[in-house]
């Protein structure tokens, strides 16, 4: 089970960090992801890391301004986001898959419930 949190209203150019704690087994082998859906859009996938922490992705959209990162011995992935602009707006939810990261939904099997994010311009 995995459980996000760690969104909320914030303007433009704020920071918010999004945490993802899985609970009921141990997610240490398994790639992560965080997606994010606005209304009328496709889930799409803005960061996924290795079960290592050595390999990250990042969508363009996103590139420099957002951070993944994971602590395995927490069994916590997280989403630092920085200079956030009101695209950015959408619920955004974590992922997990055994195997290398991807970036198409389909492919994780495990979902959080999702947080939403709010940016005001």
């Known amino acids: 089970q995995l459980q996000a949190s760690g969104g909320g209203l914030v303007h433009t150019g704020g920071s918010l960090r999004l945490s993802c704690a899985a609970s009921g087994r141990t997610f240490s082998s398994y790639a992560m992801g965080w997606f994010r859906q606005a209304p009328g859009k496709e889930r799409e996938c803005v960061a996924a890391?290795?079960?290592?922490?050595?390999?990250?992705y990042y969508a363009v959209s996103v590139k420099g301004r957002f951070t993944i990162s994971r602590d395995n011995a927490k069994n916590t992935v997280y989403l630092q986001m920085n200079n956030l602009k009101p695209e950015d707006t959408a619920v955004y939810y974590c992922?997990?898959?055994?195997?290398?990261?991807?970036?198409?939904?389909?492919?994780?099997?495990?979902w959080g419930q999702g947080t939403q994010v709010t940016v005001s311009s």
């Open positions: 890391i290795t079960w290592s922490g050595g390999d990250t």
């Open positions: 992922a997990a898959k055994r195997g290398w990261m991807e970036v198409t939904p389909h492919q994780y099997g495990d």
